[in-house]
């Protein structure tokens, strides 16, 4: 039977555990750090997780979607069986994967609106990555310690969608319509780590710029707009 807790401690959980695993990596991340950080006893946090690969696996699945109650988790939550983790991020990357906005405009040949067509990609892609930054930040964090993990986000998803972004530059450089940087790869590279630090990273920062959000995307969109397109295009 599922043991019955606190409404309220799934999110204290789950919260607790993002912070150490982004702080301490998964390696040096111990039970009693996590349940320090909830301010319960070690024991007590057995209650709801089995194990540490019990509370890594409920960090990816509902770090940054909660589940609209705890009564849709039962705990205390199993060890994941062999690769299950490496399978549910692999299998989100590739729901989640692409850039509609992006994938619409290499359909396209031409467009009156570069402007507006990369204010569109941009805008969408800071809301993908603002939508999963905790997940984003656990992968980026436990890299050294979770290869496998990093290589479904680092060579797969990011890598799939600089390819594409580097291909819609190409595209539009050779109509005119973005202006020409010394290196399109180093261009995309640029414009997604940008947006990736505003998106995610900065809010993990101890020192972290105090920015509203929505400022920060549309200072981003407009960044990127005026760096790629050309004056006749803005």
């Known amino acids: 039977m599922a043991r019955q807790i606190p409404a309220?401690?799934?999110p204290q959980l789950l919260d607790a555990a993002t912070r150490v695993f982004v702080e301490q990596g998964y390696r040096r991340?111990?039970?009693?750090?996590?349940?320090?950080?909830?301010g319960v006893a070690k024991g007590?946090?057995?209650?709801?997780?089995?194990?540490?690969?019990?509370?890594?696996?409920?960090?990816?699945?509902?770090?940054?979607?909660?589940?609209?109650?705890?009564?849709?988790?039962?705990?205390?939550?199993?060890?994941?069986?062999?690769?299950?983790?490496?399978?549910?991020?692999?299998?989100e990357?590739?729901?989640?994967?692409?850039?509609?906005?992006?994938i619409a405009a290499l359909a396209r040949k031409r467009t009156d609106d570069v402007a507006g067509e990369v204010a569109?990609?941009?805008?969408?892609?800071?809301?993908?990555?603002?939508?999963?930054?905790?997940?984003?930040?656990?992968?980026d964090t436990s890299a050294r310690d979770y290869p496998e993990l990093a290589k479904?986000?680092?060579?797969?998803?990011?890598?799939?969608?600089?390819?594409?972004?580097?291909?819609?530059l190409k595209a539009r450089i050779a109509r005119g319509l973005v202006t020409p940087l010394p290196d399109v790869d180093a261009t995309a590279r640029l414009v997604l780590e940008t947006t990736v630090f505003w998106a995610v990273h900065r809010h993990f920062d101890s020192q972290r710029e105090r920015i509203r959000e929505d400022l920060a995307r549309a200072t981003v969109v407009q960044f990127v707009v005026r760096a790629l397109t050309s004056k006749e295009a803005v």
């Open 8 to 10: 309220d401690r799934l």
């Open 29 to 38: 991340t111990q039970m009693a750090d996590v349940a320090a950080a909830m």
């Open 44 to 91: 007590t946090l057995y209650l709801y997780v089995e194990s540490k690969e019990a509370l890594f696996d409920l960090v990816c699945r509902y770090a940054d979607q909660p589940p609209q109650s705890a009564s849709e988790v039962a705990f205390p939550v199993r060890s994941p069986k062999s690769g299950a983790t490496l399978r549910y991020v692999r299998d």
């Open 93 to 102: 990357l590739q729901r989640h994967h692409g850039v509609p906005a992006l």
């Open 120 to 139: 569109a990609i941009v805008g969408e892609l800071y809301d993908q990555l603002a939508a999963n930054r905790r997940r984003i930040k656990l992968i």
């Open 152 to 168: 479904l986000w680092f060579e797969g998803a990011r890598g799939g969608l600089l390819e594409l972004f580097a291909g819609y």
